[in-house]
């Protein structure tokens, strides 16, 4: 619905109100919120790269390997900040920063568990923390089905 749509619906009273709340709007700080996410993501990725390596050089992993074992280190470190509550803070400062995939994702299931903790164990965390990685796991798997029918489809195509 376009806004000059909505708008018609409004009474004048309404639209005077709706440009003196624009007017008086704060400005965003879209320079300082994009840098601020840039490099604390980066930093997270960043320390992601550094277990990679660690699991390399100290137990003889391949690179191929490492991913595995630096996904889950990545994984608790992200559920244990959000437990003591300084995933959060973080998040705060840096925004979209911490919506990294694997961190981002284990932040929001761990903080549905911790919401819901106290309506029990079952109904509570198990039932509301999979109702957004219900959400993303369907479209995850729906977006490798369509990959795959894609890949399937050029490597078809190009074997004609």
């Not at 639209?15 to 624009?22: I, P, R, S």
């Not at 164990?121 to 089905?145: D, H, R």
């Amino acid at each position: 619905m376009s806004t000059k749509t909505k708008n018609q619906k409004l009474t004048p009273t309404q639209l005077e109100y709706q440009e003196f709340a624009k007017a008086h709007e704060p400005a965003r700080p879209v320079w300082k919120n994009t840098l601020r996410a840039f490099w604390v993501g980066g930093t997270i990725c960043l320390l992601g790269q550094f277990v990679q390596q660690f699991f390399i050089k100290y137990f003889g992993f391949t690179e191929k390997t490492a991913g595995n074992p630096t996904v889950a280190v990545l994984i608790f470190l992200s559920v244990l900040l959000t437990g003591f509550g300084v995933y959060d803070k973080i998040a705060q400062y840096a925004g979209a920063g911490t919506a990294v995939p694997v961190t981002g994702f284990a932040n929001s299931i761990a903080s549905a568990a911790l919401e819901h903790k106290s309506e029990g164990y079952v109904l509570g965390v198990g039932g509301n923390m999979f109702k957004l990685a219900g959400s993303v796991i369907v479209f995850g798997v729906f977006a490798a089905f369509i990959i795959g029918l894609l890949k399937w489809a050029w490597q078809t195509l190009g074997a004609m």
